[in-house]
């Protein structure tokens, strides 16, 4: 099982920005998605964003336009850039990785999963935006 590293979340005010990266052990498998999903206490998991093996991106219609996903293959890291942040946006933020080897997915698809595999987590990171 991948181990990820989440980092780069902080306190910011309303309208702020922030890059979250998450580093991953090394994975060799050519089917998978990654991304990030977040949760507020209280709350269910939600999926944030994702990237998918065949290039494929998708995002919760709440950050559409204000988040961007993306991953540096050479450093096994990948990336959320946040802007615009608002308050609603306060949560714990995780990443995983999840083989689908067995099961392929589309961007749309895995963003509506990534969120049940929290034992794919990391320690997270927390982001709190202040109005």
């Known amino acids: 099982q991948v181990r990820v590293v989440e980092s780069g979340g902080g306190s910011v005010q309303s309208g702020g920005s922030l890059t979250l990266s998450c580093v991953a052990s090394e994975y060799t498998n050519d089917h998978y998605f990654m991304g990030w999903s977040r949760q507020s206490p209280g709350k269910e998991p939600e999926g944030v964003a994702v990237i998918v093996s065949d290039g494929g991106v998708s995002y919760a219609d709440s950050v559409k336009g204000r988040f961007t996903i993306s991953h540096d293959n050479a450093k096994n890291t990948l990336y959320l850039q946040m802007s615009n942040l608002k308050p609603d946006d306060t949560a714990m933020y995780y990443c995983?990785?999840?083989?689908?080897?067995?099961?392929?997915?589309?961007?749309?698809?895995?963003?509506?999963?990534?969120?049940?595999?929290?034992?794919?987590w990391g320690q997270g990171t927390q982001v709190t935006v202040s109005a």
């Open positions: 995983s990785v999840v083989d689908t080897s067995l099961e392929r997915m589309d961007a749309v698809q895995a963003l509506r999963v990534i969120g049940r595999f929290s034992d794919r």
